[in-house]
């Protein structure tokens, strides 16, 4: 593996890692050169770019407990990417599964599903230019999301 490449796989490691600990200023950090676009080819309503707009779709979209967290635990698996270094552009794939476990909720899968990302590197930092993300299979989502 390159290291370009463990670097993105880090990259979106810390998406997740950030999310769980309710971190939404630095998840949105992780797209200040990006953009996260809620589905493919979705209105342009569902496309939030740069810091600000990330952490408002956040702030808008998850439920923090007192502890500050969501009480999620966000698995990110089968992570493939194509890097090409010369040119500092590189794209993948990814499978996610959310845990979710409260005071009135068992621990379970909320939902799965999976990113579609393409990412570049400025200034010899990698970033994610643009996450799609899909849910394929969605379960009690009502402690999770404000919606």
Not at 46 to 67: I, N, P
Not at 132 to 141: A, E
């Amino acid at each position: 593996m390159s290291d370009g490449a463990r670097e993105i796989e880090n990259l979106v490691y810390t998406y997740a890692e950030r999310l769980d600990a309710g971190d939404l200023d630095g998840v949105a950090a992780l797209f200040a050169h990006g953009r996260i676009c809620g589905m493919e080819d979705g209105p342009p309503e569902t496309v939030f770019v740069g810091v600000s707009r990330v952490r408002q779709m956040y702030e808008m979209a998850t439920r923090l407990y007192e502890d500050g967290t969501p009480k999620t635990k966000h698995f990110t698996t089968n992570v493939r990417l194509q890097v090409d270094d010369a040119a500092g552009t590189a794209n993948g794939s990814a499978y996610y599964c959310v845990t979710q476990a409260t005071p009135d909720l068992p621990l379970q899968i909320i939902v799965t599903g999976h990113y579609r990302d393409t990412f570049h590197r400025i200034d010899g930092v990698w970033w994610f230019d643009t996450r799609t993300m899909f849910v394929d299979q969605i379960g009690d989502t009502s402690r999770h999301l404000k919606f």
